[in-house]
């Protein structure tokens, strides 16, 4: 096939995040059985949106493009799909929906009933997607390391920004450690000591660091994901699930655990309570957790299962 890749990026965002690095790795595959052209360089890029324009797109004034967002136009028909990581709807997920020759747009953080509500009768052509770590670490030294260590901290353990998750303050100290970020690898050599993750959300529902626990085969608990990824995560099985409590407060039309309160994070409390001595049922979600990365997140399963997305599509 002709393709052209259209994808904003430059030497900034190339040191960003972990997908950055996924949508390099995704071009040189492309690149081996097909003939492809790339739209890719935007000095900006890391911190202004791309306006792209092509045949097939609908609107006159082009589309605009975040760097966590990858378009894929087959030259020869004129039929192109889009990976987006973004936190919230964008342009680039939205604009072009109406177009038919939009054959698909993979959501990292997809939310059925707040897409429906945004892409009317279109609803077929969105599909989930898949999420990355935070950054391009090593996270096979980290688990190899885990995997040696016969006994953990019995705690639930966070690091991260608090600001935005006022939810972190209504945790009993004596129950949660971490909190406050660290450098990278330091926080990973202390996050294999402990027993079970807290996943809060960030600004999106899917947080880097949900992939990165089950990346190390660490048991993570939380509120039931809203998110889809295109493998269902199964509560209970993948991760320690609570049923959603529809009185944790909405952000952008999305029920949003980060602004929980006080009673929210009693309801964590208590399954953390519940089950923390319940060594077997940790071991499983953690090995299960880790199978799930290793089928569908790592950077080899991830690259193949999107290459046979795109082949499928156009």
Partial sequence: MKLRIHNPTNEITKKNRDYNVFWDDLTIELKKNNEV????????????????????????????????EYLIENIETGDFLIFSVADDLTHCILDERSNPKLKKVFVSQFIDYKIKHHVDDYFEKYSPWIYFPSFDVDL???????????????????????????????????????????????????????SIGLSIAGVGELCYRDVEYMAL????????????????????????????????PKHNEVFTDRLGE????????SK???????????????????????????????????????????
């Fill in 262 to 269: 006080f009673n929210h994070a009693k309801i964590i409390e």
């Fill in 217 to 248: 085969g660490i048991p993570f608990i939380r509120f039931e994901f809203q998110s889809q990824l295109i493998e269902p995560l199964i509560p209970g099985h993948h991760y320690i699930s609570i049923p959603y409590d529809n009185s944790i």
């Fill in 140 to 194: 096979e030294q980290f688990y190899q390391k885990r995997k040696e260590k016969n006994s953990f901290v019995d705690k639930l353990f966070f690091r991260g920004a608090t600001a935005h998750r006022p939810i972190i303050n209504h945790f009993d100290r004596n129950i949660l450690e971490g909190l406050n970020p660290i450098n990278t690898n330091d926080y990973f050599n202390e996050l294999i000591n402990y």
């Fill in 272 to 314: 953390f309570k519940e089950i923390i001595n319940d060594k077997e049922y940790l071991k499983f979600v953690g090995e299960n957790a880790r199978k799930y990365y290793e089928k569908n997140l790592s950077k080899k399963s991830r690259l193949e299962n999107s290459i046979k997305l795109i082949n499928e599509i156009l």
């Fill in 37 to 68: 052209y790339e739209n890719r360089f935007f000095e900006q890029a890391h911190f202004d949106r791309f306006n792209v324009n092509f045949k097939s797109l609908s609107k006159q004034d082009g589309l605009l493009m975040l760097e966590c």
